[in-house]
């Protein structure tokens, strides 16, 4: 799939995850292991309004990072837009071009080789750098109030939480391209990671192919579920629906409605 039809998927899986990651994040066990800054609704402390502020900074950086996500894989292709976006990427895209890494190829378009990335991501940010980093928060660097608010947010500080949920939304971004390439004829990996050791082509697509070869006699069906096709665009507006939706479910989510 193109790009823009990426970022909207993106968008789309990155509202869907904000109230389950939400959930999620005020479980005992995740709070007692300091895995996700607690950021649900029942967290706001209407007496302090840095609760506010951070709540409104980890649906920004959740929504930044799952469009960062959505174009992730694309960083396989030098001339994409992903791959030239920003420095870091551009060093990315060079690595792969130099150790043969090729587009929709078995370790950039693998399920489980972009998951063992990103986990590896968050295992480094979650466990490593905050023990590195833990003396530089001082409440002489912040006002107590704010201090002791945003070391709340889990181990190392509110730019550790921050940074865990950029990695876990920026994975959701990327599982969005994988969905988007999977939906059309030429699929994506499952598992890179097999496909690497095995040297198989096993790719997994969600297109029904066994409804359009009756209509391969009849008509023109080379355009079907194909990328930059009226299909695509079709598929793109569709997507936006969605969102809409998801932008609702979410302000309902905000006003403590209940939708799980």
Known sequence: MMYPTHKKLGYAFGLAGIPVVSAISTSEFVQNNNLLPAFGIDTLQFSNPFSFIYYALIV?????????????????????IPANANIF??????????????HR???????????????????????????????????????????LFMLNFGKGGAF??????FVIFAWIGAMSHMFGDMSTREGVYFSGVASLITNKRTKVKIVPTFIIKP????VDTSQWFSTDSH??????????????????VNVLYFLGVSIF
């Open 60 to 80: 920004c950086t959740a929504l930044w990072a799952s469009l960062y996500g959505s174009g992730f894989p694309d960083i396989d292709s030098p001339g994409s």
């Open 89 to 102: 990427n551009k060093g990315l895209s060079f690595i792969y071009r130099i150790t043969g890494v090729n």
């Open 105 to 147: 190829g078995k370790f950039s378009h693998g399920i489980d080789s972009l998951t063992i990335v990103f986990f590896i991501t968050y295992s480094f940010v979650t466990f490593l750098i905050p023990s590195a980093i833990s003396g530089l928060l001082t409440e002489e660097s912040l006002s107590n109030n704010m201090y």
């Open 160 to 165: 550790i939480s921050l940074a865990q949920v």
């Open 215 to 218: 209509f391969s006699n009849v």
């Open 231 to 248: 299909w695509e665009i079709s598929f793109r507006q569709a997507v936006n629906i969605v969102i809409y939706i998801l932008i609702g």
